[in-house]
């Protein structure tokens, strides 16, 4: 199923979210920030479970074949952030021939910092 993606007048890109859907999958699966805001237009029912819940699961439950299934899905996604740091990984001959799930892993597990010009990045030593 081909899920709407239309532009809010901020500029954002929006998705409707239909029965079933999920999200906050990729924070909970990598410990990331979230990556995306989610919206009610209308009345709705939402079943949520949280991180630490997730991993006491995981650690209660083979939860092993779930967890690969989302990673699987994830490469998929197409956010313009993920794909812009997957083609920047793509650059790079050693990430080149890397599986779709462990770029992703790379990917969703990466800090993000801002820097302004002329800030020091790093320092000697």
Do not use: W
Not at 47 to 69: H, V
């Amino acid at each position: 199923m081909t899920r709407q993606k239309d532009e809010d007048p901020l500029g954002e890109e929006v998705r409707n979210l239909f029965d079933f859907d999920m999200f906050g999958e990729v924070s909970m699966v990598y410990g990331c920030k979230r990556t995306c805001s989610v919206v009610s237009k209308n009345y709705c029912t939402l079943a949520t479970i949280s991180r630490p819940d997730y991993i006491e699961l995981k650690r209660n439950i083979n939860l092993s074949n779930f967890e690969a299934q989302l990673k699987k899905n994830m490469c998929f996604y197409d956010d313009p952030l993920k794909l812009f740091i997957e083609y920047e990984l793509n650059k790079i001959e050693y990430f080149r021939d890397l599986s779709p799930i462990t770029k992703n892993d790379i990917i969703f597990s990466m800090e993000q910092l801002k820097h302004s010009e002329g800030e020091l990045i790093s320092k000697k030593g």
